[in-house]
């Protein structure tokens, strides 16, 4: 049997009115690896994140094309409950987006908006996820207080800790480690290599070295099209087109 | 050549003077916003010294105390609580849903939202005599007398623009990251609006409802003619009530000296009424907004 991968998309189109920002893309996304998409600022990364789970349903000007298919399942199908694939994806965003809520409520948002009321288990799923983030130690003793005191570098993992307990099976992940110092991006990092043995992980970056550190398999995206696709070990050592070339050797960035 | 840093130098002169200028008239300006504040408070106050009793807040007007003799305006003071609480009420359940759907459901540039906020600028530029003459029609039609319930109806009218366009426009400022982060957890518009946006926005929510409820309380033109008056408690909502704007007014209106000094007394309690909700808003603005993301 063919593995299609987790997530499959088939010509998949973007406008923002009249302007074509993604082109074509057709990309397989393996499961239990992390996928980095590569490429310039303003190429279309984050759209394409924000199109694996309807966020751009969201933007007014945006409109999609082609199919998103996600274990077998065309997403963008007109029968498909939009909240319940957004809570198979988890999103971390390029800067961290706490709730308005203590730190305690941030994590049991997702857990409660989905169903569960236990006060035990939601207390359990708390202590779970921020644990799984790398948080616990940090912010067990504090966790009535407001989200928004915590450093941009903890507010990021706390976000990733949210994103973790509504259980996902897929992690987009967008520059998550752009907003944050040295100490806290190697921390973000961490995490993720350790969640991909149990999650699909789609991490955007333009930084080349934290691709070359994360990446399973690598997607260079230019100008809104799919340039190159394939092994971490292959596009980025010894790319087949002279553009992705161009941008591994910082020639265009 | 060597004009050049001459007249550099008389235009500096010259912007430093304008510069003076501009500070001094903002400064008589600001200070003329403060005496007036002081001398219209100072000048009420001292009016209404002679006839500042306890009585005045604590007992309803006795026989003859619109001739001079003894009692106070509580019913008045409970009145204008009653009729301000309900129209406050009233007014929120009416708006909140509506400013919700409108952030929340419509598109930021939707023609209908235009719409509906333009129409809500216009109510609030309504002078409120004209929702009292409507009121009092409606209350005609209805069969319905002067009452609680139809002066609070009246000026549930009055505040609603004013509450609904005030937090639209704290509602309109959450970012729409915000938003996001609550849709890609998995969250419906709905639980979006209630958990997260109305968190954001809510010391803004409470400051508008404070100054809805001031504005309700010192609005006299709107319940002249719906609410009635009365000189007893007030204990339904089909009864008769009595408010501060016109205790006020039928007071001034004496020939009587002392009934006059009871008008400023009066005037007197109102205005620190309202002094303390505006203190309330400015401190709960301020305290409300423990987790609120900046
Ligand atoms: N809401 C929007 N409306 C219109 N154009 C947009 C919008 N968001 C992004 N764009 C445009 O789409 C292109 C791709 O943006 P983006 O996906 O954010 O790129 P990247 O994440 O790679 O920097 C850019 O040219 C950007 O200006
Ligand atoms: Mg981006």
Not at chain 2, 116 to 126: A, E, F, H, Q
Not at chain 2, 251 to 272: D, G, H, K, M
Not at chain 2, 287 to 293: E, N, Q, S, T
Request: with cysteine.
């Amino acid at each position: 049997m063919v593995d299609h991968g987790r997530i499959s998309l088939k010509g998949v189109n973007v406008f923002y009115g009249k302007n074509q920002v993604l082109k074509d893309i057709s990309l397989n996304i393996p499961a239990h690896s992390i996928t980095v998409i590569i490429g310039p600022s303003g190429c279309g990364k984050t759209t394409l994140l924000k199109c694996f789970n309807r966020l751009l349903d969201e933007v007014e000007e945006a409109r999609v094309e082609g199919e998103i298919l996600f274990d077998g399942q065309n997403i963008y199908a007109p029968e498909v409950d939009v909240t319940q694939v957004r809570k198979r994806m988890g999103l971390l965003s390029q800067k961290p987006q706490v709730l308005p809520m203590s730190i305690y409520e941030n994590v049991a948002f997702g857990p409660r908006i989905h169903g569960l009321q236990n006060k035990k288990k939601i207390d359990h799923v708390v202590e779970k996820y921020l644990r799984l983030a790398g948080l616990w130690d940090e912010v067990k003793a504090r966790l009535s207080e407001p989200a928004s005191r915590l450093s941009i570098g903890q507010q990021q993992r706390l976000c990733l800790a949210r994103g973790l307990a509504v259980e996902p099976e897929i992690l987009l992940c967008d520059e998550p480690t752009s907003a944050l110092d040295p100490q806290s991006s190697r921390n973000v990092e961490a995490q993720l290599l350790r969640l991909k043995e149990n999650y699909t992980i789609v991490l955007v970056t333009h930084i080349l070295r934290q691709a070359r550190r994360l990446a399973d398999y690598v997607a260079f995206l230019y100008l809104g099209e799919l340039i190159e696709f394939g092994p971490a070990s292959e596009v980025l050592t010894s790319p087949q087109d002279p553009r992705t070339r161009a941008y591994i050797t910082g020639e265009i960035s | 050549m060597l004009r050049q840093p001459l007249s550099a130098d008389i235009r500096l002169k010259r912007r430093k003077r304008l510069d003076r200028a501009f500070h001094c008239l903002m400064l008589i300006s600001a200070s003329l916003v403060v005496i007036f504040l002081l001398l219209i408070l100072g000048i009420i106050l001292g009016k209404s010294l002679p006839a500042l009793k306890i009585s005045m807040i604590t007992r309803t007007p006795g026989t003859g105390y619109y001739l001079g003799q003894e009692g106070g305006i509580l019913n008045a003071i409970v009145g204008s609580m009653e009729i301000t609480t309900g129209a406050t009420l009233l007014a929120l359940i009416i708006a909140l849903p509506g400013v919700i759907f409108l952030n929340t459901y419509l598109k930021k540039k939707s023609a209908w939202a235009e719409l509906i906020r333009l129409m809500l600028d216009i109510l609030w530029g309504i002078p409120s005599i004209v929702y009292g003459a409507f009121g009092f029609l409606l209350m005609l039609t209805l069969h319905l007398r002067a009452s609680l319930l139809a002066g609070m109806v009246t000026l549930a009218l009055v505040e609603l623009p004013i509450l609904a366009r005030s937090v639209d426009e704290t509602m309109r400022l959450v970012p729409s990251e915000l938003k996001e982060a609550a849709f890609s957890l998995g969250a419906s518009r709905w639980q979006t609006a209630t958990r997260v946006v109305l968190r954001q926005v809510f010391p803004g929510l409470i400051t508008a409802i404070l100054i809805a409820l001031g504005r309700g309380l010192g609005d006299a033109a709107s319940v002249l003619f719906t609410a009635g008056y009365t000189d007893r408690l007030t204990t339904s909502l089909l009864q008769p009530v009595a408010t501060l704007p016109l205790a006020i007014f039928f007071q001034l209106n004496s020939p009587f000296p002392e009934v006059q000094q009871r008008a400023f007394a009066s005037a007197a309690i109102l205005t620190l009424m309202i002094l303390a909700i505006s203190l309330a808003a400015r401190f709960l603005g301020r305290h409300l907004g423990r987790h609120r993301i900046k």
